[in-house]
């Protein structure tokens, strides 16, 4: 893979957006210092790993939690970064990555701290890439979001051999940083090894067979603490005894203990001593005494009627079952309805006959009382067989001759026939009420005031007259006609009038109704009837009504009236009647003798209530009289079953929770056994604790087997991997010999830099090994403490061309950034540096070298030409690329 192109734009001293081509084997970055060669270099690691070491690794100098107005490295706070790398495989396959910061906090922040601010950029890919539009950062070019997995296996590194880790130690020489790995400690050198090597992961499993190993060697340690506090006992034969029948208890099974709750001898032991303790407390005798004691009590609680019954004997004792009857007749008030309505209900089927008939002729009137022009045949409807069936016919005959005559003439006529009718029909009306203190001087049709009703008849006729002669023949037809008609419909109508006067009756649906639920529940009431016609006489005038004109209303006023009446004469509450059943009196005559012969202190008569013709007896009042009544009662047999509550107290349940507060349970269990069951419990305990005892010698064998197992494993890994890497590094100390050894320059000793690995012998970790430079074979002093700044640059950078000369992590890491590799390094030889480049990396890799110096860059260009034909070389003038 080689790195095509790059576009920079607002980063740092690129203000403005700036491509440069990396599309030769080797391009040389020249320019004085300042003006954007490490720059570009940033840059490059910045779009392929998201990250910039020489930033986020150098010791802080300015903090990351204070604000600032901007990030480090944008130009210009109101314009984007935009850093695009074009990258292409050598199979032709492309990917353009784009690195985007916007800044969208105009005043700053703390997210653009130097360290922060890195993070604050968005990764993208360029959909499709050309020469022309990757020079593009306008919106017109697709991109769609990616992360850093796509990069790094775009790369085809992946898992922990990402790009981020490997990048400056395989492809990158930083300016200032170029002893970035020889600065490390010896031990963090050996572990960078093992990554490079790729046997961090076979480490990593030999860390966790050590991690397993300790735990083991743990769970051993708290075996052997619990195995020594067990020693093998020996225990009487006491056979099992279960004591408790209906329920398990954990003391009571034939196996109580189990490995996990041997330290519960002492709960057993002491819930066995409570038992114990109140066996031989507790008194049956008094309890018994105790049980007839609630028993009594408890039946009094549900003598409520019997002691109901004491306190209103007076009122229930009154002559003439005068309590029975109150309280029949206020369970069944429908007794006012039966007398109230008795005339209506024997003539309940001429009622009933009367009701329809006067429902018929009525519905006649309306249907006749419509005007003339209104009707229809319909209006002449009557019901099968009725006696006024003729007179209908007729009407209908004389209707229809009518219909007919109106149709076959004009319009003007009919107007003129219906004036004349309405004429007529006011007429009439006007003769039916000048009798009844109507003016009758004054004409009913225009108001006009006339000397004598005589004249303003002569004037009537007269009008009269006219309008005949101005009629014409079909007019006068049809006026004689319709006058006809109407004479007949007014003598029908007259007909229903006198029969309906002629009924006797007169009631509405609803009273119908009431009439007919009662008929139907008379069978219910009719033997008392009579009884209570007598009895309500002396609380309330109830009379019957004549048969006549009666409404619902009217009657049930009349009822509700009388019902009132009679409540409001009762010597008690309504409620006290319904809760008072003395339906079997002679029952509760002997309960209550019963009572007082078991207690004859007790004064029934004292809580009795007598009738007070001055106000009702409440419910409230015999209620507190029952309670009363109750308290003394219980009072007399708490006296009478005297005992000793501290002979029966159970502060801890014992007796409902074991015995089921049964004292047959309580006798059937001795004491003797008891005390059997604890010694039992010893000897399960014993029991347990020796095969406790077997199963923890069991498991510290399995385990010490396993531990001495595991160690015998992790050993041999160990020899294994370190075998691997001393292998490796001999393999790698051979070209970074003899690299060191060219490229040193003016070194005394004259020799290269040994490379060497042991395990260490002042570490904690008695396991850990170290990677040591050394500059004399005999001398165990590396080389950070003997060579100066410059020589140490030499050695990271020989390291750094050994690394790539023995490993290969991808075929797609192949290229080489080194920043200013010949800048203030006195100690480097570089023509050998130029040789080693010429014969082991340039025909493989894509080389990016930047210098200071104009000659610097066409001297190794120039020898880079000589030694490959088709090395193809770029030299990019940094100071015009701004």
């Known amino acids: 893979m080689k790195i095509k192109k790059i576009l920079l734009y607002n980063f740092k001293n690129f203000r403005h957006k700036t491509v440069i081509d990396f599309s030769d084997n080797i391009t040389f970055l020249v320019g004085p210092n300042g003006f954007g060669k490490t720059t570009i270099f940033d840059a490059i690691e910045l779009g392929l790993t998201g990250n910039i070491s020489r930033i986020t690794q150098m010791i802080q100098v300015t903090g990351e939690n204070i604000t600032y107005n901007k990030p480090f490295f944008q130009n210009d706070s109101s314009k984007p970064v935009i850093i695009k790398l074009w990258l292409e495989k050598s199979n032709g396959e492309q990917l353009a990555i784009i690195r985007i910061l916007t800044n969208n906090s105009p005043t700053g922040g703390k997210v653009f701290a130097p360290k922060k601010s890195i993070e604050q950029f968005k990764l993208f890919r360029q959909e499709e890439v050309t020469d022309k539009n990757f020079s593009s950062i306008d919106n017109d070019i697709k991109l769609s979001k990616i992360n850093q997995t796509t990069v790094d296996k775009f790369l085809e590194v992946n898992g922990k051999y990402e790009i981020a880790k490997i990048f400056n130690l395989f492809n990158y020489i930083q300016q200032e940083e170029t002893t970035f790995f020889l600065k490390k400690s010896e031990k963090d050198r050996s572990n960078d090894l093992s990554f490079l090597v790729k046997t961090d992961e076979i480490e990593g499993k030999i860390k966790k067979i050590n991690e397993v190993h300790r735990a083991i060697n743990s769970r051993l340690r708290t075996l052997t603490e619990q195995k020594e506090k067990f020693t093998e006992q020996k225990f009487d034969n006491i056979a099992p005894k279960r004591l408790f029948k209906h329920r398990t208890f954990p003391f009571d099974k034939e196996s109580p203990f189990s490995v996990d709750n041997l330290n519960q001898l002492d709960d057993f032991k002491i819930t066995i001593n409570k038992i114990i303790e109140f066996k031989q407390n507790f008194s049956i005798t008094e309890y018994q005494r105790k049980l007839k004691k609630d028993n009594r009590k408890r039946e009094i609680n549900t003598m409520d009627s019997v002691l109901y019954s004491s306190i209103l004997f007076p009122l229930v004792q009154r002559p003439n079952n005068q309590w029975l009857w109150e309280k029949y007749i206020l369970e069944n008030p429908r007794l006012f309805e039966y007398v109230l309505l008795e005339n209506y209900l024997q003539s309940f089927e001429t009622i009933s006959h009367e009701y329809r008939r006067r429902k018929q002729l009525n519905q006649y009137w309306v249907n006749l009382s419509s005007d003339i022009n209104q009707m229809t045949v319909r209006s002449f409807q009557y019901d099968q067989n009725d006696r006024l069936s003729n007179d209908f016919e007729s009407l209908k005959s004389q209707f229809t001759s009518y219909q007919t005559l109106r149709e076959s003439v004009g319009q003007v006529d009919k107007n003129l026939s219906d004036l004349r009718q309405l004429r007529s029909d006011l007429s009439n009306k006007f003769n039916e009420l000048r009798h009844q203190h109507v003016d009758e001087n004054k004409c009913p049709f225009c108001s006009q005031q006339f000397a004598s009703f005589n004249d303003l008849k002569q004037a009537y006729d007269t009008y009269e007259a006219y309008l005949s002669e101005i009629s014409s023949r079909e007019s006068q037809k049809l006026q004689e006609v319709q006058l006809l008609l109407s004479s007949l419909i007014q003598q029908m109508k007259q007909r229903i009038t006198d029969e309906l006067n002629s009924l006797t009756t007169n009631i509405d649906e609803i009273l119908l ?22 009895f309500i006489q002396s609380y309330t005038n109830v009379s019957s009504y004549r048969l006549d004109s009666l409404t619902f209303d009217v009657y049930n006023q009349q009822y509700q009236s009388n019902l009132q009446e009679f409540q409001s004469k009762l010597v008690a509450d309504d409620e006290l009647y319904s809760s008072l059943d003395i339906s079997n009196l002679e029952n509760i005559e002997r309960q209550l003798d019963e009572l007082i012969k078991e207690f004859p202190e007790l004064r029934l008569e004292t809580y009795q209530i007598k009738p007070n013709s001055y106000s009702k007896i409440s419910k409230s009042t015999v209620e507190s009289l029952l309670s009363e009544l109750k308290m003394y009662i219980n009072s007399t047999i708490d006296t009478s079953y005297a005992i000793n509550e501290n002979m029966i107290v159970d502060t801890e349940n014992i007796f409902p929770v074991y015995f089921q507060n049964k004292v047959e349970e309580l006798e059937n269990i001795r004491i003797e056994d008891l005390e059997e069951k604890k010694l039992y419990l010893d000897k399960q305990h014993k029991l347990v604790q020796n095969i406790q005892l077997q199963e923890l010698s069991r498991q510290i064998e399995i385990l010490e087997k396993t531990a001495e197992r595991l160690k015998e494993i992790h050993t041999r890994y160990e020899e294994e991997v370190k075998k691997f890497k001393i292998g490796i ?135 880079f030409a000589n030694s490959n034909s088709h090395v193809d070389i770029d030299y990019q003038n940094v100071r015009e690329l701004h």
């Open 729 to 863: 590094v001999k393999q790698l100390r051979i070209p970074f010999f003899i690299y060191s050894a060219k490229m040193l320059q003016n070194y005394q000793q004259g020799l290269g830099i040994f490379l060497t690995y042991k395990k260490a012998t002042d570490s904690s970790d008695e396991r850990a090994a170290i990677i040591r430079f050394k500059s004399d074979p005999n001398n165990d002093h590396d080389v950070m403490n003997q060579l100066s700044t410059g020589q140490l640059a030499v050695v990271s950078l020989a390291f750094t061309l050994s690394l790539n000369t023995m490993f290969k992590l991808s075929d797609n890491l192949n290229f080489l950034m080194i920043d200013d590799p010949i800048q203030d390094m006195d100690a480097m030889n570089v023509l050998s540096f130029i040789e080693i480049l010429r014969h082991g990396i340039v025909d493989r890799y894509q080389i990016i070298l930047s210098t200071y110096s104009d000659h610097n860059a066409l001297f190794m260009g120039y020898k």
């Open 513 to 534: 109704a009431k009439l007919q639920e009662l008929r139907n529940e008379y069978k219910n009431y009719s033997l008392n009837i009579n009884g209570f016609k007598t």
